[in-house]
C-alpha cells in the first residue's frame, strides 16, 4: 500500500473525488463518544446486535488504538495488547 507520505498531495479526478464522498458517508469518524454513539444509533436503525468494524489506519499502532478506543467507550474486555 503506498505511504501517507506519496499519497497526500494527490490530485483527485472529479469522478474520483464523488467515489471518494460516497465512501465517506458510508464511515464513521469522530471523538469515541461521537463514534459510540453513532453505532449504537445506525444499529438502532438498522435493528441490529451486532456491529463488525474495520479501522484503517496507516500503522499498526494507530489500528490498534483505535480500537482501544471503541473499546473503552462500550466498556468492553481489551485484547489489542496481546497483538503489540
Do not use: W
Not at 7 to 16: A, P, T, V
Not at 35 to 46: C, G, N, P, Y
Not at 50 to 73: G, H, N, P
Amino acid at each position: 500500500a503506498p505511504s501517507y507520505e506519496s499519497i497526500k498531495n494527490y490530485r483527485y479526478s472529479g469522478e474520483e473525488m464523488m467515489r471518494v464522498e460516497q465512501n465517506r458517508m458510508r464511515m464513521i469518524t469522530g471523538t469515541q463518544n461521537e463514534v459510540k454513539e453513532r453505532i449504537l444509533h445506525l444499529a438502532q436503525i438498522m435493528d441490529v446486535e451486532e456491529v463488525v468494524i474495520a479501522t484503517f489506519a496507516d500503522t499498526m499502532e494507530d489500528r490498534l488504538r483505535s480500537y482501544e478506543l471503541i473499546s473503552d467507550a462500550f466498556e468492553l474486555v481489551t485484547v489489542a495488547s496481546n497483538f503489540k
